[in-house]
């Protein structure tokens, strides 16, 4: 299973980027896919997920301003970054959980991509 990402990039504060994900190499569909952060000397930490039945949960920081969604094809996933500040600057992760044919539940991880919001 590959995760690929795309869109982020360089913007100004009070901006907008929106991040792409696409799972493939598999037939399953994700029981969840989301999206984690980590900046220089911290953890990394939940941006948002949702699970295939439509549930969704958002890191604190980011409640209002940002939007996860669920792709047409199988096993992609957005997030719309709305209200950029500088404090959102990281490599952001696309996660995936997905079963394979021994019900055997994996987390898989994308390269990351970079985010900056300049002040």
């Known amino acids: 299973v590959q995760l690929v990402e795309s869109g982020g990039g360089l913007v100004q504060a009070g901006g907008s980027l929106r991040l792409s994900c696409a799972a493939s190499g598999t037939i399953f569909s994700a029981n969840a896919m989301g999206w984690y952060r980590q900046a220089p000397g911290k953890p990394r930490d939940l941006v948002a997920r949702i699970g295939s039945g439509g549930s969704i949960d958002y890191g604190d920081s980011v409640k209002g301003r940002f939007t996860i969604s669920s792709g047409n094809a199988k096993n992609t996933v957005y997030l719309q970054m709305n209200s950029l500040k500088p404090e959102d600057t990281a490599v952001y992760y696309c996660?995936?959980?997905?079963?394979?044919?021994?019900?055997?539940?994996?987390?898989?991880w994308g390269q990351g991509t970079q985010v900056t919001v300049s002040s």
């Open positions: 996660n995936a959980i997905i079963p394979d044919w021994g019900s055997r539940i994996t987390g898989y």
